[in-house]
């Protein structure tokens, strides 16, 4: 009977095969916006599949770590709003057409190792470099606030372009 926010983060580190254990900070980002959000919501977090397992075994996220076996696509349909950072997951969300935040933190850190699909500028939903930041637009978010026109243009924008074809059928 909740809503659900899911917060799916990729991957840091240098590399994919020895990747950070960031499960200290998503568990962080996951208190953070349960905060802000309320207990009409339940916000639950999908960890990148190369650090699942690091994730299950800090028990940073009991009770909020969405399955690794759960195949994406259900997490996502799920899901009433998204929070992601430079993950691909987002592409996948587009075509639901619901809210996504961005926490954008390491921004400098991460464009210059990985690289940006496309500049942050550009992305379709509403952006945080804060953890503070984003405890605000989640807020608005389940205070039912409308989102921003540009955030819906540029979702529409982004569904047009790379998920034309996702309509259901």
């Known amino acids: 009977g909740r809503r659900v926010l899911l917060y799916a983060p990729t991957w840091n580190g240098e590399s994919f095969y020895r990747p950070s254990d ?11 916006l349960q905060q802000a959000v309320g207990p009409q919501w ?18 940073n996220l009991a009770g909020r770590l969405v399955d690794n076996d759960i195949p994406t696509n259900l997490v996502l349909a799920a899901a009433d709003a ?3 950072d430079y993950s691909s997951i987002f592409f996948d969300y587009l075509c639901l057409d619901r809210p996504i935040l961005f926490l954008l933190s390491d921004l ?8 940006l699909y496309e500049h942050p500028d550009q992305l379709p939903g509403s952006k945080a470099q804060t953890l503070g930041e984003l405890a605000e637009l989640a807020q608005r978010l389940a205070q039912d606030e409308p989102e921003p026109a540009a955030d819906v243009i ?9 998920a034309p ?3 259901g059928d």
């Open 108 to 115: 400098a850190d991460y464009s210059e190792s990985r690289g």
């Open 22 to 32: 960031t499960s200290a900070e998503v568990a962080e980002v996951v208190q953070t």
């Open 42 to 59: 339940l916000v639950l977090a999908k960890t990148h599949q190369v650090v699942y397992d690091a994730a299950v075994e800090s028990g």
């Open 154 to 162: 540029a979702r529409e924008q982004w569904r047009q372009k790379y």
């Open 82 to 84: 998204l929070v992601t």
């Open 165 to 167: 074809l996702d309509d």
